[in-house]
C-alpha cells in the first residue's frame, strides 16, 4: 500500500473522504483553512463556504438530517462561535463531525501557534448539559485514523463528535498508509421520509417539544448519558508505555506528547486519545504510580478534569504560549523531582 | 375531503391548540402556508419545513412533515444545508422578523447572494413577542414597546431592499388580505431560486395594544385600510402590498 507524505490537516480530509463524507461546510481560519481549501474539487462532496463559522455548524446540521454524512473545520474563534448549535445538535441527535484545530487563545491570541486550550471548551462549550465524544490524536498518521473514529461515533451516538488538532499536527507533513477503515452507515431516515418534529427544545420523542416536565428532560439527559458511555466504549483509546523502574506518570496529549516520548527512560508515559469521556482506564494505571505529573498546552484545564477520575494530586507542567522546548519541559520536570525529594524525609 | 378543510392533513392535530394569543395573526399565516402547500399538492415525501425561535418560531412543529427547529436565527442556514444535501426537497422557513432579520439577518444577506432555492416566510410582526413585547428590527420608528418606551429611535430595516439587492424572490402581504397571502405564498413555492415573503401580521398582546390599537381586529382593519395590492411594481412602496416582478 502506498504511503504517501501529507500534511495534517489533508490527512483529515483524505480519511473524511473515504468515511463517506457527503457535505463540508466552513469559513477560513488559520490553522484550519487548508481542510477546506483541500476539499474544495472533490466530486462527490457538496462543499460550501458559508458566510461565518455559525452558518457553517448549522448547514452542516441542515445536510446532516437530509442523509449526509457532514463536517466543519475551524479553529477557537471559530468553534467558539458554533458552541450554542453544537449543543443544540445534542438535543436534536444529530450525527456530524467538527475538526477544531487548535489556535493560541483567547481571542484572537497567536493565530499561526498551536495551543491546547480548547480542551473545556469542547466538552462543555454549550450551554446545558451533554456529553460529547472527544478525539486528540498526536500525528498525522493517528489524524488519519481518527477522523474514522470520529465518524463512526458520531454515526453511532447519532451525536455531534469533536476531533481535537492544533496548528502543530496539522500543518506537520508524515507519511501516512491510506487504509479503508470499516465505517459505520447512518441508520436515521433522511427528512423527507417521515413527519418527525427534530427540536432544540426539551421533548420526549419526534413527535413534539415538552418543555414543563422535569421529569421528561431528566429522561432526556440521562439516554444522552448512556448513550454516550455506551458508543465511547468502542473507542477506548489511548496510549500507555510502562517504564517497570519508573514511580512517576507522565500525562500528555496531542502536539505535546511528541516531546514526552523523550522521557520515556524515566517516566511511564500515558496519552489519551479519546480525551473526553474520560478513559476510567487511567485509575487503575494511575494507582501504579507515587507521582502523576501532567503536561498541557494550557493553565491545567485537563488535569482539573482528570483528577476528578484519579483522586490523587497531579503536578502541572503548564505550556501555554505555542512553543514546545525539550529543555524547558527538562528544566521543569527536574524541578518537580528536586521539590519532591525535599518534602521526603531524610533517609537514616 | 372537502377544499376547505384540505389544509388540515398538514397539521398535526394532536400538537394543537398553538401556544399564540387570542387575535394573534401567526395561525393565518400557519394556514394559508398548508393552503399553498395543498395547492401545489406538496406532500411529506418533498417538502421539510425549518424554522427559527419565538412565537412564529413554533410553526414548524405542527406541521404533519418532517420539521426542524433550529437555533434561534438559524433556520435560513440550515435549509441551505437541507437543500444543498437533498436537492429534490422542497424547503420552507418559517419564522419571524427578530429571528430572521435580527439575530440571524447575516444569514439573510448571504442566503439572498447565493440565491439557494428555498422559500423563507417571514411573520413580521414588529416585535418580539415571545419574550413580552421589545422592539424588533422591523418595528416602526417612534413604536412604543417595553425597550423604547419612548419611541424606538431606529429606522426599519428595508428587507424588501436586501432581497432585492441580489435580485431574489420578495413579496409582502398581509394577514387581512388572505387570497394574496395565499397567492404570494403559492409564488414563491413555484420560484425556482431564493424567495422571501413578508407577511405582515398583527400581535396585540405585546405590541398592537402599545401603539394604540383595541384588538386583533381592529388591527388587520388597519391593514386593510392602509395597504394596496400592486403585483406589477418593481419596488413596492411603503403602503403597497404585492408579488414583486
Not at chain 1, 480530509?13 to 481549501?37: C, D, H, N, Q, W
Amino acid at each position: 500500500m502506498s504511503k504517501p507524505l501529507l500534511q495534517g490537516n489533508q490527512a483529515i480530509v483524505a480519511a473524511a473522504e473515504s468515511a463517506g463524507l457527503g457535505f463540508f461546510a466552513g469559513y477560513p481560519i488559520t490553522p484550519a483553512s487548508e481542510i477546506l481549501l483541500e476539499l474544495v474539487d472533490r466530486k462527490q462532496i457538496k462543499v460550501v463556504q458559508m458566510e461565518d463559522e455559525i452558518a457553517s455548524i448549522n448547514a452542516v446540521i441542515g445536510a446532516s438530517l437530509a442523509g449526509r454524512k457532514a463536517m466543519t473545520a475551524t479553529s477557537g474563534p471559530g468553534f467558539s462561535l458554533m458552541q450554542e448549535s453544537i449543543g443544540h445538535a445534542h438535543m436534536m441527535e444529530v450525527p456530524l463531525v467538527i475538526v477544531n484545530v487548535q489556535r493560541v487563545g483567547p481571542g484572537t491570541g497567536m493565530p499561526t501557534f498551536p495551543a491546547q486550550g480548547d480542551i473545556m471548551q469542547s466538552r462543555y462549550g454549550s450551554h446545558g448539559d451533554y456529553c460529547p465524544i472527544v478525539f486528540y490524536p498526536n500525528s498525522v498518521e493517528e489524524l488519519y485514523r481518527h477522523t474514522f473514529s470520529a465518524f463512526n461515533a458520531a454515526e453511532e451516538s447519532s451525536s455531534p463528535v469533536i476531533l481535537l488538532s492544533d496548528g502543530f499536527i496539522s500543518h506537520l507533513y508524515e507519511t501516512v498508509e491510506l487504509k479503508k477503515y470499516p465505517t459505520v452507515n447512518r441508520s436515521k431516515l433522511p427528512l423527507g421520509l417521515g413527519k418527525r418534529h427534530f427540536t432544540g427544545l426539551t421533548h420526549r420523542d419526534y413527535s413534539r417539544p415538552i418543555t414543563s416536565d422535569p421529569e421528561v428532560h431528566r429522561a432526556l439527559l440521562k439516554r444522552f448519558e448512556k448513550k454516550c458511555e455506551t458508543v465511547a466504549k468502542k473507542y477506548n483509546f489511548y496510549e500507555y508505555i510502562e517504564n517497570k523502574d519508573a514511580d512517576t506518570l507522565l500525562i500528555s496529549y496531542g502536539a505535546l506528547s511528541r516531546a514526552a516520548y523523550e522521557f520515556k527512560d524515566e517516566y511511564s508515559l500515558f496519552r489519551p486519545i479519546r480525551i473526553f469521556p474520560l478513559i476510567k482506564d487511567l485509575q487503575d494505571i494511575a494507582d501504579r504510580y507515587e507521582n502523576i505529573i501532567i503536561m498541557e498546552m494550557n493553565l491545567g484545564q485537563y488535569r482539573n478534569q482528570l483528577e476528578s477520575v484519579v483522586h490523587q494530586h497531579m503536578d502541572l507542567i503548564s505550556l501555554p504560549g505555542g512553543n514546545i522546548d525539550l529543555e524547558e519541559i527538562r528544566t521543569k520536570l527536574d524541578a518537580i523531582k528536586a521539590r519532591r525529594r525535599k518534602r521526603l524525609p531524610a533517609a537514616k | 375531503m372537502e377544499e376547505t378543510t384540505r389544509f388540515k392533513r398538514f397539521l398535526k392535530d394532536k400538537n394543537l391548540p398553538t401556544p399564540w394569543c387570542p387575535g394573534c395573526g401567526n395561525g393565518i399565516v400557519l394556514k394559508s402556508t398548508c393552503d399553498a402547500l395543498d395547492e401545489l399538492d406538496f406532500d411529506v415525501k418533498n417538502t421539510v419545513v425549518v424554522s427559527g425561535i419565538g412565537c412564529a418560531g413554533r410553526s414548524a412543529g405542527f406541521f404533519n412533515l418532517d420539521s426542524v427547529h433550529t437555533a434561534h436565527g438559524r433556520a435560513i442556514p440550515m435549509a441551505e444545508g437541507i437543500k444543498m444535501a437533498n436537492n429534490d426537497l422542497n424547503v420552507v422557513v418559517l419564522s419571524g422578523d427578530g429571528d430572521l432579520l435580527g439575530i440571524g439577518g447575516n444569514h439573510l444577506l448571504h442566503a439572498t447572494r447565493r440565491n439557494t432555492p428555498i422559500t423563507v416566510i417571514c411573520f413580521a410582526n414588529e416585535i418580539y413577542g415571545m419574550t413580552g413585547g421589545q422592539v424588533s428590527p422591523t418595528s416602526k420608528r417612534g413604536a412604543k414597546t417595553v425597550t423604547t418606551p419612548g419611541g424606538s429611535p431606529d429606522t426599519p430595516i428595508d428587507v424588501q431592499a436586501i432581497v432585492k439587492a441580489h435580485g431574489c424572490f420578495y413579496a409582502r402581504t398581509t394577514t387581512f388580505h388572505l387570497k394574496h397571502l395565499k397567492k404570494s405564498i403559492v409564488a414563491g413555492l413555484r420560484h425556482p431560486g431564493f424567495t422571501f415573503i413578508d407577511v405582515i401580521c398583527q400581535c396585540i398582546v405585546n405590541n398592537g395594544r402599545r401603539i394604540g390599537f383595541k384588538d386583533g381586529y381592529d388591527m388587520l382593519m388597519y391593514y386593510k385600510k392602509t395597504y394596496k395590492i400592486n403585483d406589477q411594481a418593481r419596488l413596492l412602496k411603503e403602503t403597497e402590498i404585492g408579488i414583486t416582478k
